[in-house]
């Protein structure tokens, strides 16, 4: 009898690598495909994301608005795409503000939370700390000519990528420097130099294949995310050692959680999008 297939069964590096293939096929498939198609795979990770969020703010005691806040947060991804996509006009994100100021009304009612303003705080963080940053991939992407640009989105997840693996592979052959030992104590300075060459090594190949942007903003955007996607890493390693755990979830195997895998795009998203939009 053929045993069936169990991901379990492989080693740590096994799982990453399984995971990484059929997720990077997933992700670049549906951004290459069309515009919706993006859209729809990125809605998706940003609701797994923030739910992870509000999932580990309740393991601290904490206890934001899970399901309100993630529709929040869909609600943000889904106006800019539309405002970009020019299916919506500009002023439709005046609905945010007084959709998000519900939040107090449902805390009013909550008759057994003793410190709603906290949970209050904690669902606006998720918005803020997860939600946003995707929303402004959709300003990113449109940000040529008003055209969805696959090569954007998908030139900041190779970058992206190349330094993870990069980092994951110098770091455990070579690292033995501490980059941040109180917050990360297995990350290392051979890492960090791994991660940022193999991420400039790729924003050439960008630079050489993809044209939508210039050359030089390829590799300002790799130093981008060599800087701010390690920092989003560090922060978010920071947070997990708060509340005393591993990984923000188990929903990719060998990877942990989406925020694990997405959390130096969440602090690289903002940076990227400024400079694209004033350069």
Not at 42 to 60: N, P, T, V
Not at 175 to 182: D, I, M, N, P
Not at 229 to 253: A, M
């Amino acid at each position: 009898m053929r045993s069936r297939f169990n991901i379990n069964n492989y080693s740590n590096l096994g799982q990453r690598a399984i995971t990484a293939l059929v997720g990077a096929a997933i992700v670049i498939s549906s951004i290459i495909y069309s515009d919706w198609t993006y859209f729809l795979v990125f809605a998706c990770i940003l609701g797994f994301s923030q739910m992870e969020f509000y999932k580990l703010c309740g393991l601290d005691g904490m206890l934001p608005l899970k399901s309100f806040g993630t529709f929040l947060g869909l609600l943000i991804f889904t106006l800019t795409f539309m405002i970009e996509k020019e299916q919506l006009p500009n002023e439709y994100l005046y609905l945010i503000f007084p959709i998000i100021s519900l939040t107090f009304f449902i805390k009013l009612y909550k008759k057994t939370d003793k410190k709603p303003f906290t949970g209050v705080a904690f669902t606006y963080l998720g918005i803020f700390y997860v939600a946003v940053p995707f929303s402004l991939l959709n300003l990113a992407v449109f940000s040529v000519e008003k055209i969805y640009h696959f090569e954007i989105i998908l030139g900041c997840l190779m970058i992206l990528w190349a330094s993870d693996t990069g980092a994951y592979f110098a770091g455990t052959k070579f690292g033995k420097t501490k980059l941040f030992e109180r917050v990360s104590p297995k990350k290392s300075w051979e890492g960090f130099l791994g991660g940022a060459f193999s991420a400039i090594a790729v924003a050439f190949l960008l630079a050489r294949y993809f044209q939508t942007i210039q050359d030089w903003k390829w590799l300002v955007i790799a130093g981008i995310i060599i800087i701010a996607g390690t920092y989003g890493d560090l922060i978010e390693s920071l947070f997990k050692r708060s509340i005393e755990i591993k990984d923000s979830g188990h929903g990719l195997p060998g990877h942990g959680g989406f925020m694990d895998r997405f959390d130096g795009l969440l602090l690289s998203a903002p940076f990227i999008t400024a400079f694209l939009k004033i350069f």
